[in-house]
């Protein structure tokens, strides 16, 4: 299984960010899994953003969920994370993840890409 990051790397502010994640070597409507999208900031730890599920339902974290958005695109084996209003405190670097509900954990990662937010 391999996950790709693809987008713009600088957002400028109150603009949307926008990423897609390329998954190949399994179908992200499995329903053994989880796509989950999850960001690392500059010195902080790990965040997660949120997942969609084989079903297309989705689940964000509290204090993004105003401004989020996962979606998938099954016809290209592909989910996508908008993320609004971004500020520079949005800037990490953003990985899709898959999440195996077999044992709840996480068993493939993208390699991650870097998203700048600055004017």
């Known amino acids: 299984v391999q996950l790709q990051e693809s987008g713009p790397g600088l957002v400028k502010p109150s603009q949307t960010l926008s990423l897609t994640c390329a998954v190949s070597?399994?179908?992200?409507?499995?329903?053994?899994?989880?796509w989950n999208w999850i960001r690392q900031s500059p010195g902080k730890g790990l965040e997660w953003i949120g997942y969609?599920?084989?079903?297309?339902?989705?689940n964000y974290i509290p204090s993004l969920e105003s401004r989020t958005s996962i979606s998938r695109d099954t016809s290209n084996n592909q989910f996508s994370l908008q993320l609004s209003s971004v500020t520079p405190e949005d800037t990490a670097v953003y990985y899709c993840?898959?999440?195996?509900?077999?044992?709840?954990?996480?068993?493939?990662w993208g390699k991650g890409t870097l998203v700048t937010v600055s004017s």
């Open positions: 070597g399994g179908s992200i409507t499995s329903n053994y899994y989880y």
């Open positions: 993840a898959r999440l195996d509900l077999t044992n709840y954990a996480i068993d493939y």
């Open positions: 969609i599920r084989a079903s297309g339902s989705t």
